[in-house]
């Protein structure tokens, strides 16, 4: 009996860490979900991976240099079930995202959707940044309107 009881708290122990480790994994606490900004830069390069996608760009800045800059995204199976795949961006493609940045000031943050060349738009999104239908919509409204942030939009009274 005594065997049988120590198998059980240590089952149910090893559960609760396991429940941590994946709480901890899906947390966007250095992400300010309630900032979205845009983006446009050239694609450095797409690590198309588990269990997130990462894509780096190359940004200018006004002083003509380029900061490298890195945004997570989705994983591959949820990229793929929205057709996004390895070679959706490829090194020199210029594309416009929006984001929601990192708190702490460094370059970079979560994918919220990215507008490519052709003018579509996809949703590699992983939950820390909305990129789904809703979000695009919105923002083409306010791109129309040559906003560049959510914050910009809603301090001229713009909410679509």
């Given at each position: 009996m005594g065997k049988i009881l120590a198998r059980f708290l240590v089952t149910v122990g090893m559960g609760f860490c396991l429940a941590q480790l994946v709480q901890a994994h899906h947390s966007f606490v250095a992400v300010d979900?309630?900032?979205e900004?845009?983006?446009v830069g050239t694609v450095a390069r797409w690590t198309f991976n588990n269990p997130h996608s990462w894509l780096y760009l190359?940004?200018?800045n006004e002083d003509g240099t380029t900061?490298?800059?890195s945004f997570e995204g989705s994983g591959v199976i949820s990229l793929l079930r929205k057709r996004i795949t390895g070679?959706?961006?490829q090194p020199g493609d210029r594309?416009?995202?929006m984001y929601c940045p990192l708190k702490d000031g460094r370059p970079?943050?979560?994918l919220g959707w990215a507008q490519l060349d052709d003018?579509?738009?996809?949703d590699p999104s992983d939950g820390g940044c909305a990129g789904d239908e809703e979000t695009i919509d919105r923002w083409k409204g306010w791109l129309e309107q040559g906003f560049t942030s959510k914050a910009e939009a809603e301090a001229a009274g713009v909410v679509l």
């Amino acid at each position: 009996m005594g065997k049988i009881l120590a198998r059980f708290l240590v089952t149910v122990g090893m559960g609760f860490c396991l429940a941590q480790l994946v709480q901890a994994h899906h947390s966007f606490v250095a992400v300010d979900r309630n900032v979205e900004r845009l983006i446009v830069g050239t694609v450095a390069r797409w690590t198309f991976n588990n269990p997130h996608s990462w894509l780096y760009l190359d940004v200018e800045n006004e002083d003509g240099t380029t900061t490298l800059w890195s945004f997570e995204g989705s994983g591959v199976i949820s990229l793929l079930r929205k057709r996004i795949t390895g070679d959706t961006f490829q090194p020199g493609d210029r594309v416009t995202f929006m984001y929601c940045p990192l708190k702490d000031g460094r370059p970079g943050g979560h994918l919220g959707w990215a507008q490519l060349d052709d003018g579509s738009f996809i949703d590699p999104s992983d939950g820390g940044c909305a990129g789904d239908e809703e979000t695009i919509d919105r923002w083409k409204g306010w791109l129309e309107q040559g906003f560049t942030s959510k914050a910009e939009a809603e301090a001229a009274g713009v909410v679509l």
